[in-house]
């Protein structure tokens, strides 16, 4: 039998010398690098077309990743101006600070509800053929950042627009971006194999991502509004020192707490760590089930 014959989820096949095993193999092991890069090229080929399926009739298109911050921005501002209460420190002016935590929280939840779904809206490529199933919760995270870098565009007009010029520190906004994006995915691959095994997980995830933009210091500061003795238990959030890291890195104020980044990145760890396991142990029997 020729290898394009083997069926794609025989994972209890012997192994033969020279051959690649086709179908998830069993066992404790986290994550196999070396597959995932094999397959990049995959990978790369279904992440543009959901870039594509994405834009192409989209009336307004990537303007939505600017329209969704800006409108948010709009909403809390007039709701602070009217209830006469500012959520920051006021060292910074309220729209560059709100648009430092609404855009990574926005690339957070694009990139958590398209995971989520990852592997249902592929169950007609998951069910003919194998490759690692991993590859198609990460690769929703080409679309995501791509709205990123838009929004981002209109950050950095607003901080210029208030005289605020480029830092040192805006050296960092890359590695919180990549932190960010591992946040998402530590939570959307939990997800995308729960969903795949039990199909009401999708109606859970916007109650989720509606409670947790509320639950993570977006459009306010975290010394503002949350008390002194809650805040170790908000940093539990991955987000909470992540988003604290973006505001530092771009207005060079408010140095985050290294014990809410300690505690936000270890939760983090945790997360992305419990996932990827859950998922390989999912993976052996998501065809079935999906």
Known sequence: MSKSEAHPDHADSPAVPGWDCFGPQPGWQIVDAGEL??????????????????????????????????????????????????????????????????????LFATLVRDASDSLVNNRHIITKIYFPRLLLPIGTSLVAL???AISFCVLIGVMLYFGMW???????VLPFTAITVAAALAIGIWLSA???????????????????????????EQSSLIPARWQFLQALNPLTGVIAGFRWALTGTNQP??????????SLLVLLGSGLLFFRRAELSVTDRI
């Open 194 to 220: 729960l969903n795949a095994l039990y199909r009401d997980v999708k109606y859970i995830v916007p109650f989720l991502l509606q409670l947790g933009f509320y639950v993570t210091p977006t459009f306010y």
């Open 37 to 106: 890069w094999r397959y990049r090229e995959l990978g790369f080929v279904l992440a543009m077309r959901d870039f594509k399926v994405r834009y192409r009739q989209a009336m307004i298109g990537a303007l939505w990743a600017v329209i969704q911050p800006v409108s948010t921005l709009l909403v809390f501002q007039v709701l602070f101006m009217l209830l006469q209460r500012t959520p920051t420190s006021g060292e910074v002016p309220y729209p560059v600070t709100a648009l430092c935590g609404l855009i990574p929280w926005y």
């Open 257 to 266: 707490e290294w014990s809410v980044m300690a505690i936000s990145f270890t």
């Open 146 to 148: 791509i709205d990123f």
């Open 166 to 172: 480029p830092a040192w520190t805006w050296l960092w």
